[in-house]
């Protein structure tokens, strides 16, 4: 049971849009601790995709997006490639439980 | 660029310790921008933090595994390593190491597998 909760699995066709989140508590996203995604494709490591809840690092295309509110955030993927399926993972850091913490992760289908 | 490279064996006896180095480079460790972290997976599941090092030595652990793990950094080789201890089956998994700035992970390894068996 990880301490950020994550769909097991989102799906949708090429071009669509599909938004994966993120639910915390009041001792991680909602005590204000960024959220940062990761894309972890098959028998790769993970690669940062978002850092403090929606800044993109150089060479991520724009097609990928973060937010927070509350004791929640999303990673919203826009315009849907084939390249974009794998499993994708939120990271925070917990206050009551001094670590950082990461989603179970979210295994992305495109169709 | 900044590359970061596992090494260690991929096979532990059960109770045995697991030992693992992490060599930095394209860049140097000794620097408190950032900090220098272990992550592990096992097979099929979720990424699990282990804990990280400051090139000053100072550390943070996960407290699940606090007990076993140990965190060292060589700043002379640019290195950092692993130990864990008193190893068992569920600590099979593929180990990370990886770069922490600002809260997030910028830079890993490619990752290594450690099975524990005999």
């Known amino acids: 049971q990880s301490v950020l909760t994550q769909p097991p699995s989102v799906s949708g066709a090429p071009g669509q849009t599909v938004t994966i989140s993120c639910t915390g508590s009041?001792?991680?996203?909602?005590?204000?601790?960024?959220v940062h995604w990761y894309q972890q494709l098959p028998g790769t490591a993970p690669k940062l995709l978002i850092y403090g809840n929606s800044n993109r690092p150089s060479g991520v295309p724009d097609r990928f997006s973060g937010s927070k509110s509350g004791t929640s955030a999303s990673l919203a993927i826009t315009g849907l490639q084939a390249e974009d399926e794998a499993d994708y993972y939120c990271q925070s850091y917990d206050t009551s439980l001094s670590v950082v913490v990461f989603g179970g992760g979210t295994k992305l289908t495109v169709l | 660029q900044v590359q970061l490279q596992e090494s260690g064996p991929g096979l532990v006896k059960p109770s045995e310790t697991l030992s693992l180095t992490c060599t930095v480079s394209g860049g140097s460790i000794s620097s408190y921008s950032w900090s220098w972290s272990w992550i592990r997976q096992p097979p099929g599941k979720g990424l699990e933090w282990i804990g990280f090092i400051y090139y000053s030595g100072s550390t943070n652990y996960n407290p699940s595994l606090k007990s076993r793990v140990t965190i060292l950094v060589d700043t002379s080789k640019n290195q950092f390593s692993l130990k864990l201890t008193s190893v068992t089956a569920a600590d099979t998994a593929v180990y990370y190491c990886?770069?922490?700035?600002?809260?997030?992970?910028?830079?890993w390894g490619q990752g290594t597998l450690v099975t524990v068996s005999s």
């Open positions: 990886a770069r922490r700035s600002s809260g997030s992970y910028d830079y």
């Open positions: 009041s001792s991680n996203i909602g005590a204000g601790f960024d």
